[in-house]
Nanobody
Framework: EVQLMESGGGLVQLGGSLKLSCVASGFAISGTRMFWLRQAPGKGLESVAY??????TPYYADSVKGRFTISRDKNTLYLQMNSLKTEDTGVYFC????????RGQGTQVTVAS
Protein backbone atom coordinates (compact mmCIF):
# COMPACT_ATOMS: atom_id res chain seq x y z
CA GLU A 1 0.00 0.00 0.00
CA VAL A 2 1.35 3.41 -0.99
CA GLN A 3 1.55 5.81 1.94
CA LEU A 4 3.04 9.26 2.39
CA MET A 5 3.34 10.91 5.78
CA GLU A 6 4.46 14.51 6.20
CA SER A 7 5.78 16.13 9.35
CA GLY A 8 7.76 19.15 10.46
CA GLY A 9 5.25 21.93 10.02
CA GLY A 10 4.45 24.49 12.64
CA LEU A 11 4.28 28.16 13.55
CA VAL A 12 7.35 30.18 12.64
CA GLN A 13 8.20 33.86 12.64
CA LEU A 14 8.74 35.84 9.46
CA GLY A 15 12.20 35.07 8.13
CA GLY A 16 12.47 31.81 10.02
CA SER A 17 13.13 28.30 8.81
CA LEU A 18 11.45 24.92 8.87
CA LYS A 19 12.36 21.52 7.48
CA LEU A 20 9.54 19.30 6.31
CA SER A 21 9.86 15.54 6.01
CA CYS A 22 7.79 13.00 4.12
CA VAL A 23 8.22 9.32 4.82
CA ALA A 24 7.09 7.11 1.97
CA SER A 25 6.14 3.45 2.08
CA GLY A 26 4.91 1.02 -0.52
CA PHE A 27 7.16 2.34 -3.28
CA ALA A 28 10.64 3.78 -3.78
CA ILE A 29 10.72 7.56 -4.09
CA SER A 30 14.06 7.35 -5.88
CA GLY A 31 12.32 5.84 -8.88
CA THR A 32 9.76 8.54 -9.53
CA ARG A 33 9.33 12.29 -9.68
CA MET A 34 8.32 13.53 -6.24
CA PHE A 35 6.59 16.80 -5.47
CA TRP A 36 6.05 19.18 -2.62
CA LEU A 37 2.69 20.88 -3.06
CA ARG A 38 1.08 23.52 -0.92
CA GLN A 39 -2.41 24.84 -0.46
CA ALA A 40 -2.73 28.36 0.84
CA PRO A 41 -5.93 29.34 2.62
CA GLY A 42 -8.76 29.61 0.11
CA LYS A 43 -6.57 28.58 -2.83
CA GLY A 44 -5.86 25.47 -4.86
CA LEU A 45 -2.87 23.18 -4.83
CA GLU A 46 0.40 24.70 -6.02
CA SER A 47 3.54 22.82 -6.94
CA VAL A 48 6.44 24.44 -5.09
CA ALA A 49 9.19 21.94 -5.91
CA TYR A 50 9.86 18.57 -7.45
CA UNK A 51 12.80 16.26 -7.87
CA UNK A 52 13.32 13.68 -10.60
CA UNK A 53 15.00 10.30 -10.12
CA UNK A 54 18.22 11.23 -11.89
CA UNK A 55 17.90 14.98 -12.42
CA UNK A 56 20.72 17.17 -11.21
CA THR A 57 18.56 20.27 -11.02
CA PRO A 58 15.30 20.11 -9.08
CA TYR A 59 12.42 22.37 -10.09
CA TYR A 60 11.28 25.26 -7.90
CA ALA A 61 8.39 27.64 -8.30
CA ASP A 62 9.58 31.21 -8.79
CA SER A 63 7.98 32.18 -5.50
CA VAL A 64 10.31 29.87 -3.51
CA LYS A 65 13.44 29.77 -5.67
CA GLY A 66 16.55 30.50 -3.65
CA ARG A 67 14.75 29.91 -0.34
CA PHE A 68 13.53 26.30 -0.50
CA THR A 69 15.55 23.15 -1.12
CA ILE A 70 14.08 19.77 -1.98
CA SER A 71 16.08 16.64 -1.29
CA ARG A 72 15.65 12.96 -0.53
CA ASP A 73 17.46 10.34 1.49
CA LYS A 74 16.52 6.70 1.32
CA ASN A 75 12.71 6.78 1.27
CA THR A 76 12.21 10.17 2.87
CA LEU A 77 11.59 13.40 0.97
CA TYR A 78 12.59 16.71 2.54
CA LEU A 79 11.84 20.37 2.02
CA GLN A 80 14.16 22.85 3.71
CA MET A 81 12.42 26.22 3.87
CA ASN A 82 14.42 29.33 4.75
CA SER A 83 13.60 33.04 4.83
CA LEU A 84 9.94 32.20 5.23
CA LYS A 85 7.35 34.76 4.19
CA THR A 86 3.74 35.14 5.27
CA GLU A 87 2.67 34.02 1.80
CA ASP A 88 4.33 30.66 2.45
CA THR A 89 1.55 29.88 4.93
CA GLY A 90 -0.47 26.85 3.97
CA VAL A 91 -0.77 23.10 4.15
CA TYR A 92 2.19 21.31 2.58
CA PHE A 93 1.84 17.91 0.96
CA CYS A 94 4.30 15.54 -0.58
CA UNK A 95 2.92 13.83 -3.65
CA UNK A 96 3.72 11.48 -6.50
CA UNK A 97 2.01 13.72 -9.04
CA UNK A 98 1.47 17.42 -9.58
CA UNK A 99 -2.26 17.09 -9.12
CA UNK A 100 -1.85 15.58 -5.70
CA UNK A 101 -3.99 12.53 -6.40
CA UNK A 102 -1.48 10.47 -4.40
CA ARG A 103 -0.42 12.56 -1.44
CA GLY A 104 -0.12 12.52 2.30
CA GLN A 105 -2.38 14.14 4.86
CA GLY A 106 -0.33 17.33 4.84
CA THR A 107 1.44 19.41 7.45
CA GLN A 108 0.44 22.96 8.36
CA VAL A 109 2.97 25.77 8.01
CA THR A 110 2.05 29.14 9.47
CA VAL A 111 4.36 32.12 9.09
CA ALA A 112 3.59 34.93 11.51
CA SER A 113 4.54 38.52 10.81
Amino acid sequence: EVQLMESGGGLVQLGGSLKLSCVASGFAISGTRMFWLRQAPGKGLESVAYIDPFALTPYYADSVKGRFTISRDKNTLYLQMNSLKTEDTGVYFCARDAGGSVRGQGTQVTVAS
